[in-house]
């Protein structure tokens, strides 16, 4: 079975800590992804990455940064978390020219 | 720019009812489209998928028809079951730039009582 995995389900910090969320996958795919999920707004890209080292930002990147230091593991990182960064967040990956994205299975962040 | 349009839920239906969950998007070229469900507590899982004008994707007893002439790829099932309760997005793949990034709905949840 194809895997992604998220390295925390739940996670609760709080104003200006520092948060890592890390996410592997054992699948080979080039392409990794991290989406943020909010009730009514659907899923919204935050950063991409279509190889090891690189990285491209997608929607929203204000607030957050990445890291892809190996092809199987992509890392989103808050730099200094907010109460507006409080949400769901999705990794996924991909291969470089197929449609279909394997998601994780999301990790819920709380800001207090 | 590129953007998909989902009717808003929740949508509540009764078992064995027949459901459609409306879907457009505007997009310049060819995209592909897709239908991803997701159960509660878990992540987002392929449904169903098209990949050129007048496809039909089907899955799980889930359908949907890939419609250029109306830009619309609406998620249809016959008889709906409790099971089937979560949330529905719907996605193109717009191939524009590469790196395969896709664009979702605001997602539609349904709840179906027995």
């Not at chain 2, 449904?47 to 899955?59: E, H, I, P, Y």
């Not at chain 2, 524009?96 to 349904?110: D, P």
Request: proline share 3%.
């Amino acid at each position: 079975d194809v895997k992604v995995t998220q390295s925390s389900r739940y996670l609760v910090k709080r104003t200006g800590e520092k948060v890592f969320l890390e996410c592997v996958q054992d699948m080979d795919h080039e392409n990794m992804f991290w989406y943020r999920q909010d009730p009514g707004l659907g899923l919204r890209l935050i950063y991409f990455s279509y190889d090891v080292k690189m990285k491209e930002k997608g929607d929203i990147p204000e607030g957050y940064s990445v890291s892809r230091e190996k092809k199987e593991r992509f890392s989103l990182i808050l730099e200094s978390a907010s109460t507006n960064q409080t949400s769901m967040y999705l990794c996924a990956s991909s291969f470089v020219d197929a449609g279909e994205l394997f998601f994780g299975e999301g990790s819920r962040l709380t800001v207090l | 720019g590129d953007s998909v349009t989902q009717m808003e839920g929740p949508v509540t239906l009764s078992e064995e009812a027949f459901l459609t969950i409306n879907c457009t998007y505007t997009a310049t070229g060819y995209p592909s489209l897709f239908w991803y469900v997701q159960y509660p507590g878990e992540g987002l899982q392929l449904l169903l998928k098209a990949t050129k004008a007048d496809d039909k994707g089907s899955n799980k007893g889930f359908e949907a028809t890939y419609r250029k002439e109306t830009t619309s790829f609406h998620l249809e099932k016959g008889s709906v079951q409790v099971s089937d309760s979560a949330v529905y997005f719907c996605a193109l793949n717009p191939f524009s730039g590469g790196y395969n990034k896709l664009i979702f709905g605001a997602g539609t949840r349904l709840a179906v009582h027995p």
